[in-house]
């Protein structure tokens, strides 16, 4: 049964309990950053940063807000990256049944400077990275190993204040909305980030420019759509 995420910002304390742990799971190396003027820290994604804490600090009514943005892979239901890469070489990623995860194989390395550069401009959310050392492409696979196991994501594990939840994709939705409605009797402005498309769910009380600039994909959300087709539209082609 297909997966999905629910990250609920309004119980984010920025810990960045998830962000370690991912990085420890998977053996990623540490990342080397400088004082910037934001507890942000690293400064954005990157093929050892797979799950990253945004800080967003702004004045409104004369108080400090402080929004906080989990980000990461969304494992797209129709996933831009993946058409792009089929079109280049097939198999260099792929989905996985079971649960919906998006995933970047060995083949990654194969994929030329340009794919790679039209995958990181069609994904809405910017997620793509490539490792320059292996060559490997690297983002968030939702821990499919421990997935796989029977265990949560680390992030989801690890999480102090149950800010991220992880189970099958209906249950999950179905806690958004409740979760949401809960939020709209406070935060007027509340609102789940394309639910509809997505397998990692944001629920946000602001803005979606005030967490992060990628946070909401565009309404016309895949420019990709009339190049590459549907899953469905690519199957009664032979693609």
Not at 27 to 46: F, I, M, V
Not at 96 to 104: H, L, R, S
Not at 154 to 178: H, S, V, W, Y
Request: include cysteine; charged fraction near 30%; proline fraction near 5%.
């Amino acid at each position: 049964m297909p997966k999905a995420f629910l990250i609920d910002t309004s119980k984010c304390t920025a810990c960045r309990g998830c962000q370690m742990a991912c990085k420890e799971w998977k053996d990623l190396p540490a990342t080397q950053t400088k004082q910037r003027g934001t507890h942000q820290n690293p400064e954005d994604l990157s093929a050892s940063t797979l799950k990253l804490v945004r800080f967003n600090e702004y004045i409104s009514e004369g108080k400090v807000v402080w929004n906080f943005f989990s980000d990461q892979c969304r494992h797209c239901v129709e996933a831009p990256c993946k058409y792009v890469a089929d079109e280049a070489l097939p198999g260099a990623v792929t989905r996985d049944e079971a649960t919906g995860a998006i995933i970047y194989t060995e083949k990654t390395k194969k994929l030329t400077a340009k794919v790679f550069e039209d995958m990181r401009s069609n994904c809405p959310y910017n997620i793509p990275r490539r490792d320059e050392k292996t060559g490997l492409l690297m983002k968030c696979n939702m821990c499919l190993d421990r997935v796989s196991n029977g265990m949560l994501p680390m992030c989801a594990k690890t999480c102090p204040t149950n800010a991220i939840t992880f189970g099958d994709r209906e249950q999950i939705l179905a806690l958004a909305e409740k979760r949401l409605a809960e939020l709209l009797k406070k935060y007027p402005k509340a609102q789940l980030l394309n639910k509809d498309s997505v397998s990692v769910v944001y629920l946000i009380t602001d803005e979606p420019k005030l967490y992060h600039e990628y946070a909401l994909a565009p309404e016309k959300r895949v420019e990709h759509a009339a190049r590459y087709g549907s899953d469905s539209d690519r199957h009664q082609k032979g693609g």
